[in-house]
């Protein structure tokens, strides 16, 4: 288990990876979806005599959902210079792959994961954002246990970031990292918006970056 960061948190990569720098990072993305419906019983012999009483009880009902992982690459003048999304899996001349989308959110830990060597990034990026948006037509309030992680090159967590992501928006831009000198910085961003593609938050990224 890595270490775990709050809205609004930060932690340079090689001091959450034991004072080592990273060389690649992997970005994962989980979720589960559900809704909750109230099935109503009624005792068999109460129904049977007329004298009982329905009662409601909760069901967990699952769902599929179409969330998509993606990041923006951006320049140290703020210029967004490559898009990584479900449409286009590879990007910043091949130092960033998405492994594919997931349609439903089925199956445990991640349903999506970018891949990012930080060494073969050209030296004008600043940051790489990572988003998710969905895509289906459905927002986040289906969406429960939602959390994006960081791994370094061996597959082991050295992030986690829980995501508060109740509510009737479609976007979450969750956190970026960013170069500082020879290291780089990770940010648990969690900014709410709306957009079901990444293209439709990007300039909501912008603002964010100031």
Request: a negative charge; aromatic letters at 6%.
């Amino acid at each position: 288990m890595g270490i775990s960061l709050s809205k609004g948190q930060g932690i340079s990569l090689s001091k959450a990876n034991n004072g080592n720098a990273l060389s690649q990072v992997t970005m994962g993305l989980g979720w589960d979806a559900y809704v909750w419906k109230e099935e109503k019983t009624g005792g068999f012999l109460g129904g049977l005599f007329g004298g009982g009483s329905e009662t409601g009880k909760r069901v967990k009902v699952e769902r599929d959902v179409d969330l998509d992982a993606s990041c923006l690459v951006i320049d140290k003048s703020g210029r967004v210079i490559d898009t990584i999304y479900f449409g286009k899996l590879t990007g910043a001349n091949g130092a960033i792959k998405h492994t594919g989308d997931n349609l439903t959110g089925d199956g445990d830990g991640d349903d999506e994961q970018i891949k990012v060597n930080l060494n073969s990034l050209s030296d004008d990026v600043k940051h790489v954002v990572f988003t998710v948006n969905a895509f289906s037509n459905v927002n986040f309030d289906i969406v429960h246990n939602a959390f994006c992680r960081l791994l370094d090159e061996k597959g082991n967590e050295i992030i986690r970031f829980p995501l508060d992501s109740s509510g009737d928006h479609t976007a979450i831009v969750m956190a970026k990292v960013t170069r500082n000198g020879n290291d780089w910085d990770f940010d648990a961003i969690g900014e709410k918006c709306n957009g079901k593609t990444v293209k439709a938050i990007t300039s909501v990224v912008q603002e964010l970056l100031g």
